[in-house]
C-alpha cells in the first residue's frame, strides 16, 4: 500500500490548492457581463476533472485498487514531488493576483477585460496552464503510480492542445494587433529566448 504520509501530503497539498481556487472563482463571478463564451470546450475539461477526482480519491481511500501503477521510487524524490507541487500552489497564487477580475475558467471575453501583461503574464502567454503543468509533474512525483502520472499528464496535455488555439483565436479577434505584438515577444507556457544580434545593440 502507499505510505501514509505522502496520502496525507497529497490531501494537503489539494487542499490548499481548491481553497485558492474556489475563493478565485467566486470573486470571479461577481465580475461584469460577459461578451462571449465558448462553453462547448468545457465538456472535455469536466470529464478530465471528474476523472482526476474520482483517481484521487482511488489513490487516497482504496491505493490496493492501483498498486499495481506503482514505482519503486526513493523517499527524496516523491517529497521532491511535494516540493514541485507547493511551487506550484505559488505560482497559481502569483497568476491569480495578477489576473485579478479577468480570471475565468471558461473562455470567455468580458466587456471590461484587459490584456495582462504583468507578473508572470510578462513572459509567458499562459502561465495558469504552466502551473497545471507544474502540479500534475508533482502529484506524479508524490504518488509514485505511473497510472495517475500517464493518464493526469496525458489528458492534461489534450486539453491545452485543443485549448489554447482556440484562446488565443479568440483574443486576437477581440484585441487584433495590441494582443499579435504581445504574442509575439512571449513563449506560450515558458519564455521565449530571444536571440539578439550584435546590431541590434547599437544605439541611435
Known amino acids: 500500500m502507499t505510505d501514509p504520509q505522502f496520502r496525507v501530503s497529497l490531501i494537503i497539498l489539494y487542499s490548499l490548492f ?3 481556487r474556489l475563493n478565485f472563482s467566486r470573486l470571479a463571478r461577481k465580475n461584469t457581463k460577459t461578451i462571449y463564451s465558448d462553453r462547448n470546450e468545457f465538456n472535455l475539461l469536466k470529464i478530465l476533472i471528474v476523472f482526476e477526482v474520482l483517481t484521487f480519491f482511488i489513490y487516497i481511500f482504496f491505493p490496493e485498487w492501483i498498486d499495481w501503477g506503482n514505482l519503486a521510487f526513493i523517499p527524496w524524490v516523491r517529497w ?5 507541487g507547493f511551487l506550484s500552489l505559488v505560482l497559481f497564487l502569483w497568476v491569480h493576483l495578477t489576473l485579478g477580475n479577468n480570471f475565468s475558467e471558461l473562455l ?3 466587456n471590461n477585460q484587459s490584456i495582462v501583461v504583468d507578473g508572470p503574464y510578462r513572459y509567458v ?3 495558469m496552464y504552466t502551473a497545471f503543468i507544474v502540479l500534475h509533474i508533482g502529484v506524479f512525483l508524490l504518488s509514485a503510480n505511473w497510472f495517475i502520472g500517464l493518464s493526469w499528464n ?4 489534450l486539453i ?3 485549448r489554447i488555439p482556440r484562446e488565443e483565436t479568440m483574443l486576437l479577434e477581440r484585441f487584433g494587433g495590441i494582443y499579435k505584438h504581445y504574442l509575439l515577444r512571449t513563449g506560450i507556457l ?13 544605439e541611435y
Do not use: N, V, W
Open 108 to 110: 470567455r471575453i468580458r
Open 18 to 20: 481548491s481553497i485558492m
Open 190 to 202: 515558458f519564455p521565449k529566448i530571444h536571440f539578439s544580434r550584435p546590431e541590434d545593440k547599437r
Open 80 to 84: 521532491t514531488g511535494l516540493g514541485i
Open 160 to 162: 491545452l492542445i485543443e
Open 154 to 157: 496525458l489528458g492534461l496535455i
Open 125 to 127: 502567454r499562459h502561465p
